[in-house]
């Protein structure tokens, strides 16, 4: 029996076709044993969050290195977060913390490839990005891109490396601006889509006759923009799932006028309308704090990220969708315990944090610890392979696979095993 209802349950009868379960119970398993189509947000913190000053605050760590915040309780027994995560605590119950992240790259360039590819940089090979390996894998729903980025993909990382441009993320560009609309989106000036068809098809007509000569596999790449943007432009679905202005003024109000809060707005409309995968960050390395790091913080940065993140989860989970969405939020790597001669935190990459909710994650969860500094792991050390294999495993793509790069190198998508307990 390959559906059933409330009156066929009735009809048939609990017992003879379900023992002695109830009907309700019934539910439960069967949406625990139907698959599922995952979509990925992914909050990224660019620059480095540091986890002194957020989620894994030590207020009894030496004056050179504790918070000046309060500590704050949260809806999850006995876990405290920073004063200025209000909205993010009475969520706590909602997400897993993991305070055990940890990998040995203090450059940004490097642990950015890390955590977005999930392979260490090499001077001769460029990974793509998960975003990317996602896309080629599972394809595209409809129309629209399965990959999208805001504001914009920064360096190579986020970018599909040798899988080629293909599949390259979509930039959604900077949400958070005063009629917001994605660039090239609509027709040029004083161009009619009766014209617009020709050029299409004459553009077919050419790259048919030559697409024989092309070894490199550059028209197929070309093709594959080209239909990409015209099937955009063509699409109400794409403009509809874009129109942030769609949304009511107090939804977004509740997210907040920034740039990671109408960001994370129109994530959630992407996911609503089929994307896969969106990237949701500030700026370039904007969370490296080496000076000042209280001020930005306490003034900006956490205060936009609490808004933007609490609102998400409402949002989703008033929808039905946090089921079928994960949320991931982390930067590349955490923030030194000691505090500089310009009142910032350096680069540190031995232990940090990283939160993850939706998806079948455990909610009001903590997983892993920091020593006493918030130095080093203290328990339960998670690594960036095994983090990237379990969200492979989630969007049911085989982390065990292995890409052949354009120098004939073997890569397995994931040198990684998935993670038992996010679920």
Known sequence: MSHFDRRAFLKIGAVATFGRLPY???????????????SIIHIWLAGGLSHLDTFDCKPQAPANARTPFQQISTSVAGLHFCEHLPRTARRADRFTLIRSMTHKVSAHGAAQNLVLTGHEALPTLQSPAVGSVIHK??????????????????????????????????????????????????LPLGLDWARMEGRHSLLKLVDSKIRDWDSSGTFETLDSYYQS???????????????????????????????????????????????????VNRGDNAWDHHSQVFTNLSNDFLPELDQAFSALLDDLGSRGLLDTTLVIVTGEFGRTPEINVNAGRDHWPNCFSLVMAGAGVPAGQVWGSSDADGMFVKDNPVEVPD????????????????YVSNIGRPMRISDGHPLGFLG
């Open 24 to 38: 309700a119970e019934v539910l439960r398993l069967r949406a625990q044993t139907r698959p599922t189509d995952v």
């Open 137 to 186: 894998e599972l394809g595209p729903r409809n129309e629209l891109p399965p990959y999208v980025i805001f504001p914009a993909p920064r360096g190579n990382s986020a970018r599909a490396g040798f899988l080629g441009p293909k599949y390259n993320p979509f930039s959604g560009g900077e949400a958070n601006v005063a009629k917001y609309t994605v660039r090239d989106m609509d």
């Open 229 to 279: 943007a015209f099937d955009l432009m063509r699409s109400p679905r794409a403009k509809k799932a874009f129109d942030i202005a769609q949304e009511p003024e107090k939804l977004r109000d509740a997210y907040g006028r920034t740039s990671i809060g109408q960001g994370c707005l129109l994530a959630r409309r992407l996911v609503e309308a089929g994307v896969r995968f969106i990237t």
């Open 387 to 402: 983090l990237i294999a379990t969200i492979y495993k989630k969007l049911g793509v085989d982390f065990t696979k292995e």
